[in-house]
């Protein structure tokens, strides 16, 4: 498994990912970071108003990137916004933006000091990413990324509802690091 000394799980969660008292949510944003539908729309609804007038000063975010603000009236401490890709039938990058996403977000924690971390199907609900093909790119960065974390990291891959909780658990039971 992991090669650092550091120790790490990944796990999967069902439910409200605003609920959950992690150090910090991710958030599947869109580029102007202003809210949205989905658990966009959720996250800001939890965090209260000042979260967009946060965001206001930020610049937006590109597909790929993420973004660290507070979580305002949210138990977790941090939120990270990041923007996976619009699917447009798989040939216009859209995997490798997609891991960008679960990269940048957990790279950007563990700069942060940021040990526990919650993760949507980033891209899976308006932006229209196949759920199956995006937990399995998904796990495969996470893990891929753990190695240049250095702090400890607690992972939660969150399925609203069952079927994507069973989808990232199926990506994770059949996942093998590669060598
Ligand atoms: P995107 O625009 O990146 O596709 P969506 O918010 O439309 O983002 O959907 C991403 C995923 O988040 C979907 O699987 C959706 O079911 C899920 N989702 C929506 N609301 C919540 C929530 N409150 N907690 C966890 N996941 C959520």
């Known amino acids: 498994m992991k090669s650092s000394n550091t120790n790490f799980f990944m796990r999967v969660w069902q439910g409200d990912i605003t609920r959950l008292p992690v150090d910090a ?52 401490q941090y939120l990270l916004h990041t923007v996976g890709p619009v699917w447009h039938g ?43 093909q995006a937990s399995d790119i998904a796990v495969a960065s996470l893990y891929k990324a753990l190695n240049d974390c250095l702090l400890n990291k607690q992972i939660w891959l969150v399925g609203f509802d069952q079927k994507q909780a069973q989808i990232w658990q199926y990506s994770l039971d059949r996942f093998r690091e590669p060598a």
């Open 25 to 76: 949510i991710v958030n599947a944003a869109n580029p102007t970071l202003l809210g949205g539908g989905g658990v966009d729309g959720a996250i800001h609804q939890a965090a209260g108003p000042e979260l967009k007038q946060y965001c206001a000063g930020l610049g937006g975010c590109e597909t790929g990137q993420a973004k660290l603000t507070p979580g305002f009236n949210l138990a977790a």
């Open 90 to 132: 798989g040939n216009q990058g859209e995997a490798a933006l997609l891991a960008s996403c679960y990269r940048n977000s957990l790279l950007l924690a563990d700069q942060e000091g940021i040990v526990s971390i919650a993760f949507p199907a980033i891209s899976c609900g308006v932006y229209g990413y196949p759920p199956e």
